[in-house]
Nanobody, 120 residues
């Protein structure tokens, strides 16, 4: 089992920045890929960005050039730096871990989510 705990969400004005963190504990061998997904009200959960433990990445087109995913394998932590935030980025952001290193589809493990609200 893997436990994922997100932090860093909050309220930010359009154009602002936030950094999300997700710390993993438990069966760390099951975190070959880690990623961020988000779900806005009335919408399906969607991939934001994902990264393997070898630092291969995948981004949604809507966040390319604005968001950066990174991970610290020594700390078992993945980060999402979000810049130039837009109101349409408002959502609950979920951390995800995949044992098999898949950065295109979610793995088995989910965090509880952290709310990001972009509003003036």
């Amino acid at each position: 089992q893997v436990q994922l705990v997100e932090s860093g969400g909050g309220l930010v004005q359009p154009g602002g920045s936030l950094r999300l963190s997700c710390a993993a504990s438990g069966s760390i061998f099951s975190t070959n890929a880690m990623g961020w997904y988000r779900q806005a009200p009335g919408k399906q959960r969607e991939l934001v960005a994902a990264i393997t433990n070898g630092s291969n990445t995948n981004y949604a087109d809507s966040v390319k050039g604005r968001f950066t995913i990174s991970r610290d394998n020594a700390k078992n932590t993945v980060y999402l730096q979000m810049n130039s935030l837009r109101p349409e980025d408002t959502a609950v952001y979920y951390c995800n871990a995949d044992r098999w290193g898949n950065i295109y589809f979610p793995g088995k493990y989910w965090g509880k989510g952290t709310l990001v609200t972009v509003s003036s």
